[in-house]
C-alpha cells in the first residue's frame, strides 16, 4: 500500500457503468493522488473502446485483479454482481470502492466486510451523496438544535421509466427500485437518525412480468423514536428531495442525492413565523467520495477505527433491504405501463 506522500494509487475499473463514465472517470481527473490503471468489462471491445478514449489499458474482470500495477478497483456492475466481485477484488488483495449497494443481502454484505477487516483492506460502499457538504451543513444544524427535537424525516428518489433492455429491470442481476434507487433514502434515515432503524411498514408495486419491483414506501422508526417516510421508483417523473421536521422547525432540501458538482445547494429552514433560504457553495460528491476513498487506501494500513463505521453502515443498509422485502404488502402490475 501506498504511504499519502507517495505515489498515486492505482485503480482499475470494473464495469463500464453510465454512472462510472458520466461521474467518476471525469472525478478521477481531478484527483491527483490516483491514477487509472484499466478497465475491465463483460465485453472485451467495449472495455477496448473506453480505454483507447481514457489513454488506458483494456482487459477482462479476472484479468485485471491478477495485475500488479492496480492497487485498488472501483467497481460499477449489475447490483446482482457486486458481492461476488468485491469477494474476488478483495481475495486478490485489492481495495474496493464499490457503487451501492455493496451486497443484497445483509449476510452478504457482513461476509464482505469481514473478509476486509480480516485481510486490512479498505472497502467502501460509493454513496457518493454522504460526502456533499450540503448534508454536512445539515447535521451541523441538527446537532445545534436549530430545529429543535426531531419528529419526522420524509425521503423521495424517483426517476423515470428507463429502456427496456435496463439491467435494472433483469432480476437476475438484482434489478428494482429498491436496490436502485430505493436505498438512497434508507441510506440517508441512517445518516440523520442513526444506525438503529426499525422497519414499521412497507409497500413494494412489484412487475410482474419481470419479478422487479418498480416503485415502494418505506416507514421506518428510529431508536429516539422519529419516524421516517420514504418513496422511491422508476416509475415517475425525476424527483429527489428531503425534509427533516423538528419540533421548532423544519428543513427542506432539493436535488439532494443527484447534485451536479456546479450546483448551489439551497437549504429551506421553516420555522412558524419566520422562513429563510441558506445557499451553499456547490460540491462534486463523487470527487470528494474518491478522495476519501484513496486517502483511506494510501495509507500505512487500514485503521479499523476508521473503517468500521463505513462497513457498519452497508451491513445496516443490507439488513433494511431483508427487512422491507419480508414486510412489504406487494401490489403486482403487469408491467410498467399498467402501473
Known sequence: MNEHAGPPLRLGLIGCSP????????AIGLV???????????????????????????????????RDDVDAVYIS????????WAGNALRAGKHVLCEKPLATTREDALELTELAARNGLVLRENFSFEHHSQHTKVRQL????????????TASFCIPPLPPDDTRYNAA????????????????AQLF???????????????????????????????DSVFATLEFGIQHSYGSRYSLWGSSASVTLDRAFTPPPSRLPVLRIDEQDHAEEIVLPPSDQFRNSLEAFVGAATGPVADNDVERPWRD??????GL?????????????????ES
Not at 422497519?199 to 431508536?223: H, I, K, N, P, Y
Open 19 to 26: 454512472i462510472a463514465r458520466r461521474r467518476m472517470l471525469p
Open 32 to 66: 491527483d493522488t490516483v491514477r487509472l490503471s484499466g478497465v475491465a468489462a463483460r465485453e472485451v471491445e467495449r472495455a477496448k473502446e473506453i480505454a483507447a478514449e481514457l489513454g488506458t489499458v483494456a482487459s477482462g474482470y479476472e484479468e485485471i485483479l491478477e
Open 77 to 84: 456492475l449489475p447490483n446482482g454482481l457486486h458481492c461476488e
Open 142 to 153: 441538527l446537532a445545534e438544535g436549530r430545529f429543535g427535537t426531531p419528529r419526522t424525516f
Open 173 to 188: 442481476l438484482g434489478g428494482g427500485a429498491l436496490l436502485d434507487i430505493g436505498v438512497y433514502p434508507l441510506r440517508a
Open 193 to 223: 437518525l442513526g444506525p438503529d432503524l426499525t422497519v414499521a411498514g412497507a409497500t413494494l408495486r412489484v412487475d410482474e412480468r419481470l419479478s422487479v419491483d418498480l416503485a415502494g414506501q418505506v416507514l421506518l422508526v428510529s431508536a
Open 313 to 318: 453502515a452497508a451491513v445496516a443498509t443490507a
Open 321 to 337: 433491504i431483508d427487512e422491507i422485502r419480508k414486510r412489504a404488502v406487494c401490489v403486482g402490475v403487469r408491467d410498467e405501463g
